[in-house]
């Protein structure tokens, strides 16, 4: 494998009875890259994530991480190994406060175990880390807080923030701005474009929002059906007439006025 490849899927499949969710897609995505991608309802975007982040297993194909087969990891073992992932549902310990919520996954990150009640002197360090991430995501005012307490908007935030706290190589945004009003869209978007920066570091991105596509992605590609049907820069997937008509549901450039 390329050293400029970290995240790739080789002819991954997923059936369910005669269906078809996800058709033999191969794609390789690199660090210091945000892919986009794109289609319509049912086509298989988010059965791709789940198949990549270790919620379903395929029928066939492979998921490689840095080389390594991850295809027979379970999902917390995936996470474990690199690859990060954010729910279009958030999937957060409702209970605990927002900053418990952070120190636990940093907590998994350092494998030091889910043990609330260890001395929390003895791990400063991940409290002062924990405090960052709240920073980071403006939440910071309501760190005591009980995550269920939390609007939905801002649930979305310290999703997005338990996912930086675990650090990973690979970042899977699944509708990351779904639900969220449009005051609090910025902040989303303000993390992932400052993660895209990050050279070290591949992201993933679902979205149905073409102006946050086009301000984002380095690069598109398109399931319908299950099958990868389309993959380039952005200016010229979204400018494929194919593209426009068939999977974006979108008049071809060719015919607009």
């Not at 919520?101 to 260890?118: K, V």
Request: proline letters at 5%; hydrophobic letters at 45%; glycine letters at 8%.
């Amino acid at each position: 494998m390329s050293s400029g490849i970290s995240l790739e899927t080789r002819d991954l499949t997923i059936r369910f009875g005669g269906h078809v969710a996800v058709n033999a897609v191969s794609c390789a995505f690199g660090p210091g890259t945000l892919t986009a991608i794109v289609g319509p309802n049912g086509a298989g975007k988010t059965t791709y994530f789940n198949l990549i982040s270790g919620q379903l297993k395929p029928s066939a194909g492979q998921v490689l991480l840095h080389g390594r087969d991850l295809s027979h990891l379970s999902a917390p073992a995936r996470t474990h190994a690199g690859l990060g992932r954010a729910f279009q549902l958030t999937s957060l310990f409702p209970n605990l406060s927002v900053l418990e919520n952070i120190r636990l996954a940093l907590q998994s990150r350092r494998h030091l175990g889910l043990d609330l009640w260890h001395v929390w002197s003895h791990h400063k360090a991940l409290t002062e880390r924990a405090e960052q991430v709240l920073e980071s995501v403006a939440l910071t005012a309501r760190r005591d807080q009980p995550a269920a307490a939390l609007p939905h908007g801002d649930q979305r935030k310290l999703e997005v923030g338990m996912l930086m706290a675990l650090d990973p190589a690979v970042y899977l945004f699944d509708e990351p701005t779904a639900g969220m009003s449009v005051d609090e869209v910025p902040v989303i978007l303000d993390l992932i474009r400052r993660l895209r920066l990050q050279a070290d570091k591949t992201i993933l991105l679902v979205e149905h929002k073409m102006d946050v596509v086009r301000e984002l992605a380095d690069r598109i590609i398109v399931l319908h059906n299950g099958a990868l049907v389309a993959d380039g820069e952005p200016e010229a997937v979204i400018a494929s007439p194919v593209v426009q008509q068939a999977y974006l549901g979108l008049a071809p450039v060719e015919e607009a006025t």
